[in-house]
């Protein structure tokens, strides 16, 4: 059984800043691909931000220059640094990650931009 754990919701303003982390329970390096993915109220959850095993971060377009994923292999950890949020990142944020026959899903963190 595989847990992942996401933190680092909350509310911020405009252009303000938010770190998201997740922790997977397992050895990270088990996983073809550890991803973001958000759903906005109304809308289907969509990717951010993914890495797959032996290539760097692949980000949404609407993301890409605000937001960086990374990860701490010792501590089975990914991260999701987000930089000049604009209300259109509000949403539920999920962890994700991916062996070559299973998925596994965090329960969410909710991030709310707004002033």
């Known amino acids: 059984q595989v847990q992942l754990v996401e933190s680092g919701g909350g509310l911020v303003q405009p252009g303000g800043s938010l770190k998201l982390t997740c922790v997977i329970s397992?050895?990270?390096?088990?996983?073809?691909?550890v991803a973001w993915y958000r759903q906005a109220p109304g809308k289907e959850r969509e990717l951010v931000a993914r890495?797959?095993?032996?290539?760097?971060?692949e980000y949404v377009g609407s993301v890409k220059g605000r937001f960086t994923m990374s990860r701490d292999n010792a501590k089975n950890t990914v991260y999701l640094q987000m930089n000049s949020v604009t209300p259109e990142d509000t949403g539920v944020y999920y962890c994700?990650?991916?062996?070559?026959?299973?998925?596994?899903w965090g329960q969410g963190t909710q991030v709310t931009v707004s002033s």
């Open positions: 890495r797959r095993s032996g290539f760097t971060a």
């Open positions: 397992r050895n990270i390096f088990m996983f073809e691909v």
């Open positions: 994700n990650t991916r062996t070559q026959t299973l998925e596994y």
